[in-house]
């Protein structure tokens, strides 16, 4: 797997340094709607959101996607129904899967809020052909 | 997607906030933050919407009094609430570079209801372990004005300090010489920032300075925003009611047990002498409200955490005050019709290992922990003598935390003890 978009434009930071392959976690992805699509998985940094981030850490997390790893699904179910009831209208959709092999890599990054929080870092061919869809799940109904 | 309703306002930069900016919940943007304007309000946003067509995120702001978001971050009303009952909000949008797209005024009903936050909009306590930071930050009176008397100052800090002395006594069996630092105060409106230094001692068995983190994080929120919720009861009774107050406990006499030091025979009644005391140095910088600020914010700083800022534990305002008194006279009122208010003075002098935490060398007065085997008794302490303290045993005791050995006759209100009076 190359990585060369992931450090383009922050080099020296090396993002995957600490991280790692992971194919057998389910991990959750807010969205939108319910059906995934390639700009469901697009960085923070893809956005031109980058904003003046100093230090390596950050610039790699502006560069990773933000996912949630189910270690304890209703756990995770209430973090996500907590910031759904400050935000009902944004991306309301829980979707869960798994990252095929060569997907990229993943950082465990908890959060004040969400101590699930995971960095996933694309290699730079991926897809959302790279990913094993589960499940769906509207936070209003859960 | 909605359409906003479009309308003009004067002060283009009032809704948008330019200073101590803090996110309480983020996503891939942030979902609920707050932060002060230009002009010195408390700007509470959320995030509304994703606009994919667009390339923009649509958020809330809105502009609240101290005593309101006091009551937010101290989940006592909700996000909801506080949208329904002002009078107008920012709708404020950017594109996904941050730069401003549009603003406009809104009213809660003109959000359709897919976008309106829920009535249990409540901040979720925290999940994740605290640090050892802590920053008190004032606002409203002079301290808008980055400036507060410095009497109103020097008062908030000690009674700080000491109050934090309440969750250091709950701990002092074990090997730690906690140490309280002051660092640099910074403006906003006005801050005063402290670190705590555990200074972990030789040991067999390592003590998880984590899991004290944590409980000392626990102790001051429970502290500051759970204790004045139950207005109705004494503070015993509060403290006797209390689910927090028995998880306090629990997380306690884990710490002892993971290191193998015996759990304090009254560990109980010893954490809730020590929230008492603590409770009361928190009534005492609520006396200060006035002139100088109108609420005091007490705020930790998680550490080794991505992605953190500043998490408020609490708002003191000057109802603090108000409440404890209640609680107070309340308990002493039960004290009276239970019968248990009989105190009895020694009628000599006795020999007592103390550590003196909190003493004013003026007037002699101040409190201390006497340690008898494996307890620790928390008491008020009075020095009678006509030479001065200033650099005695007894301030030495409190900068340097050392037990000393003195002879004092003690106050007992039944088995209890309360004071000791010492003739120097």
Known sequence: ????????????????????????????????????????????????????????????????????????????????????????????????????????????????????HVDFYKCDNFSINNLTISEYLQLESA | MFDAPKHKFLIKDFPLIKGNYTELITEDVPILFYGNNSYGNIILGSAVLENEEESFFRFIHVAVDNSIFGKFINQEISYRTILENSEFFFLVDKFYDDSIKEINLCTFYDLPEKYQPKPDSLLAPNVIGKGLDYEIVMKGGLSDFHQILPKDGNEVQQSFIDAIQGAFNTIKNLAFKPIVYQRPALTGSFKLNFHIQLNEQDSLFPIDSGAVTNYIGDYLSFVIKDLPKDKSKSLEISLNDSEKVKGLETQLSNIYTQTYVPIPVEIGSLLKENI?????????????????????????????????????????????????????????????????????????????????????????????????????????????????????????????????????????????????????
């Open chain 1, 1 to 116: 797997m190359e990585f060369k978009k992931l450090h383009n434009e922050i080099e020296p930071c090396d993002c995957i340094a600490s991280a790692a392959e992971d194919t057998t976690t389910i991990f959750v992805r807010k969205i939108n709607e319910p059906k995934i699509r390639e700009r469901d998985f697009r960085s923070v940094w893809e956005l031109g959101k980058a904003g003046n981030r100093i230090d390596c850490n950050a610039k790699c997390s502006a560069k990773g996607i933000s996912i949630s790893n189910v270690e304890d699904r209703n756990e995770l179910i209430k973090v996500f129904k907590n910031s759904f009831s400050f935000a009902p209208g944004f991306h309301p959709v829980m979707c869960f899967f798994k990252l095929n092999d060569g997907a990229g890599m993943v950082k465990s990054t908890p959060s004040r809020n969400n101590k699930y």
């Open chain 2, 276 to 424: 008492k005391l603590s409770a009361e140095r928190f009534k005492e910088m609520s006396e200060q409200i006035g002139e100088s600020f109108s609420t005091i914010g007490v705020a930790n700083l998680p550490s080794g955490l991505a992605n953190d800022s500043p998490q408020l534990l609490g708002v003191i305002s000057s109802e603090y005050k108000d409440i404890l008194t209640e609680k107070l006279t309340d308990e002493l009122l039960l004290e009276v019709a239970q019968n248990t208010f009989v105190e009895k003075l020694d009628s000599d002098d006795k020999e007592y290992n103390i550590n003196i935490f909190h003493f004013n060398a003026k007037t002699g007065s101040g409190e201390a922990n006497i340690f008898e085997g494996d307890n620790v008794y928390p008491v008020t302490v009075k020095v009678k003598t006509k030479q001065s303290l200033f650099g005695s045993v007894y301030t030495k005791s409190m900068h340097e935390q050392l037990r000393i050995n003195v002879k004092a006759r003690a106050l007992k209100v039944g088995e209890k003890y309360k004071s000791l009076i010492i003739q120097d």
